[in-house]
């Protein structure tokens, strides 16, 4: 299963940009997306999460600014980026894990990661 993630580009403080993240392949079915950062000289971390169910979870730092949100039919987890601040400068990289058919008579697990897409927030 692969992940293209896109929407990311140049922004000024308090501006928006939303990130799309389309899974293909043989999908049977996707339990959690999410997205994840990493900005330079610092480690890769969780922004936000959605369940197949929609349930959330988002970092401390992009509350209230940031929603998450999927498209179950179109295997597509979105994340809707306000009030951006320069410190959210990152590449952006989408997450699904879930199941696809196989040539077995079961489903196998996958977890896969999008390429990332750079963010920049100008001051």
């Known amino acids: 299963v692969q992940l293209q993630a896109s929407g990311g580009g140049l922004v000024q403080a308090g501006g928006s940009l939303r990130l799309s993240c389309a899974a293909s392949?043989?999908?049977?079915?996707?339990?959690?997306m999410g997205w994840y950062r990493q900005a330079p000289l610092k480690e890769r971390e969780l922004v936000a999460t959605?369940?197949?169910?929609?349930?959330?979870n988002y970092a401390d730092s992009v509350k209230g600014r940031f929603t998450i949100s999927r498209d179950n039919a179109k295997n597509t987890v979105y994340l809707q980026m306000n009030s951006l601040k320069p410190e959210d400068t990152a590449v952006y990289y989408c997450?699904?894990?879930?199941?696809?058919?196989?040539?077995?008579?079961?489903?196998?697990?996958?977890?896969?990661w999008g390429q990332g897409t750079l963010v920049t927030v100008s001051s």
């Open positions: 959605i369940t197949s169910g929609g349930s959330t």
């Open positions: 392949g043989s999908v049977f079915d996707i339990n959690d």
């Open positions: 997450n699904a894990d879930g199941n696809y058919f196989s040539d077995y008579a079961e489903p196998l697990q996958f977890e896969s």
